[in-house]
């Protein structure tokens, strides 16, 4: 089985280092324009199947990557464990420097040490996504059925999930959040998930924008 495992594209939110949760955002045009980008750079590959997290940003996603990979016959289910951590009363707060209006500590606690984070106000914390998310993961790896499937999902979502195979899994981020549109590709056999590529982008380099970088540092 092999798991094509993408963040979804830019939204507005994004763009304006809102925290979005379960915000139900929609892609703006450069989360649209990346998506298409990532589609048709992944011409020649066959989805057996396509798994979505239920907010919009990322169906879309999924919808334009089908698309353009020349898979749009496969239709998308969603699944409710893949969608981004719940952020609560966090929600639609800014996390960036000029415009703050989250706590400052807590919001760096958040980006750099996010198991220690105790959770959002009316949300969820860390161990909780890693536990439904991989709950996903490992009950589809199950099926071995030697198939190929999209899975499109949000930035902290795809960590957690894939936080049981990094080989420092205290090092939650990985150095960074999650570019827009970026992919992890997994191979599952036998019980086992392995990485085949992590966090590889598709589209050109100087398009890259890492939004977070700043609160990391």
């Known amino acids: 089985m092999l798991l094509y495992v993408i963040r979804h594209g830019e939204t507005d939110a994004n ?21 298409a980008v ?7 590959i066959h989805f057996d199947g396509c798994i979505s997290s ?10 334009i990557v089908l698309r353009e990979s020349e898979n749009a016959d496969i239709p998308i289910l969603t699944d409710d464990r893949i969608k981004e951590i719940g952020m609560g ?23 750099h040490r996010p198991f220690e984070f105790p959770g959002f106000p ?26 190929t499937y999209l899975i499109s999902i949000h930035g902290f ?18 150095q960074h959040v999650p570019l827009n549109c970026e992919v992890n590709i997994l191979e599952a056999e036998d019980g086992r998930i392995r990485f085949s590529e992590q966090d590889k982008v598709y589209y ?6 890492d939004r977070y970088k700043e609160m990391q540092e």
């Open 54 to 63: 239920p907010l919009i940003r990322a169906q879309q996603t999924a919808q």
């Open 122 to 147: 009316g949300g969820e914390n860390a161990r909780q996504v890693c536990e439904r998310t991989q709950q996903f993961l490992w009950e589809l790896a199950a099926k071995d059925d030697r198939r």
């Open 204 to 209: 050109d380099a100087a398009d890259c924008v």
């Open 89 to 111: 009363e966090w929600e639609g707060k800014r996390f960036r420097t000029d415009l703050r209006d989250a706590e400052t500590e807590a919001a760096k606690q958040f980006f």
């Open 157 to 174: 979502a795809m960590r957690a999930m894939l936080n049981c195979l990094y080989e420092d899994p205290s090092d939650f981020w990985q």
């Open 15 to 35: 763009k304006e280092g809102r925290f979005q949760g379960w915000s139900d955002n929609p892609l703006n045009e450069k989360g649209i324009e990346l998506a």
């Open 38 to 44: 990532t589609g048709r750079a992944m011409k020649g």
